[in-house]
C-alpha cells in the first residue's frame, strides 16, 4: 500500500509504503458503525436527572373529592398524569451508558477506518508540520496555503508551538496516534500524518 506524501507547501512528492494489515484493510461499515458509536456513549457522562412523584413539589391533600363531581379520581397532585407530577421511571445520574468493544475489534475498526481514509484520498503523510511560534494566525496560513480546512493532524511529536497555534482552529486538531480517535477520523476531511506517526500507527495496529 502506498500513501501520498505532501511537503509544506501541499504539493505531492514521492509515495510512501504503508503496511497493507492497516492500510489495505477491507471496508467494515457495521464495525466501523459500532466503535464509532461506543466511543460517543463511553464519552457520555451520567448526569441527566428526573424527579419522581417523591420529588415533585407537590401536596398530598385530596385535591377534590372521591364521588360526586364528574372528574376523574385523583389521589394527590403529584400523579403523573398531571402536569408538574412526578416521572413513573425518572432517569437518574447513575445511569450507565457505556458499551463495551474488545481489543480486536477496535483495532479492525480503527484500520478498516485508516484503510477507507488512504482510498478516498483522505489521508496524506507529511515529513513533518511545525510552526515557528504558537500563533494561530501562522498555523492558520499554512494549512490554507496546503488547501486544508478540516483536518486531523496526527503527529509522533506533539510540539508546544504547533499544539498551541491550533487551540483555536474549529475545524483542526492535532493528536498523537495513540489518541487518534474513531470518532475524529470520521469527522474531519483531510487526516494529516508525519513519518514518525505512521511508524507508530503501524507498529500499534500492525
Not at 461499515?29 to 459500532?34: G, N, V, Y
Not at 363531581?69 to 398531571?82: D, E, K, N
Amino acid at each position: 500500500m502506498e500513501l501520498k506524501l505532501l511537503n509544506e507547501q501541499g504539493q505531492a512528492g514521492a509515495a510512501v509504503a504503508a503496511a497493507d494489515t492497516v492500510f489495505g484493510r477491507d471496508y467494515n461499515e457495521a464495525l466501523i458503525h459500532q466503535i464509532v458509536v461506543a466511543y460517543a456513549a463511553n464519552a457520555r457522562s451520567g448526569n441527566r436527572k428526573q424527579k419522581d412523584r417523591e420529588e415533585v413539589s407537590h401536596t398530598t391533600k385530596k385535591p377534590w373529592r372521591q364521588k360526586g363531581t364528574g372528574r376523574a379520581r385523583a389521589g394527590m397532585s403529584s400523579s403523573p398524569l398531571w402536569r408538574g407530577g412526578g416521572r413513573i421511571f425518572p432517569n437518574s445520574p447513575e445511569e450507565n451508558f457505556s458499551h463495551k468493544v474488545n481489543k480486536k475489534m477496535f483495532r479492525a475498526g480503527i484500520c478498516s477506518i485508516l484503510s477507507q481514509l488512504a482510498r478516498e484520498d483522505r489521508l496524506s503523510v507529511i515529513e513533518n508540520l511545525s510552526v515557528e511560534a504558537p500563533k494561530t494566525k501562522l498555523l492558520s496560513q499554512k494549512l490554507q496555503g496546503m488547501g486544508l480546512d478540516s483536518v486531523l493532524v496526527i503527529t509522533d511529536n506533539l510540539d508546544e508551538n504547533l499544539l498551541l497555534a491550533s487551540r483555536n482552529l474549529p475545524n483542526v486538531l492535532v493528536v498523537e496516534p495513540k489518541h487518534a480517535d474513531p470518532m475524529s477520523l470520521v469527522f474531519y476531511k483531510k487526516v494529516l500524518v508525519t513519518k514518525g506517526a505512521l511508524a507508530k500507527i503501524e507498529e500499534m495496529y500492525a
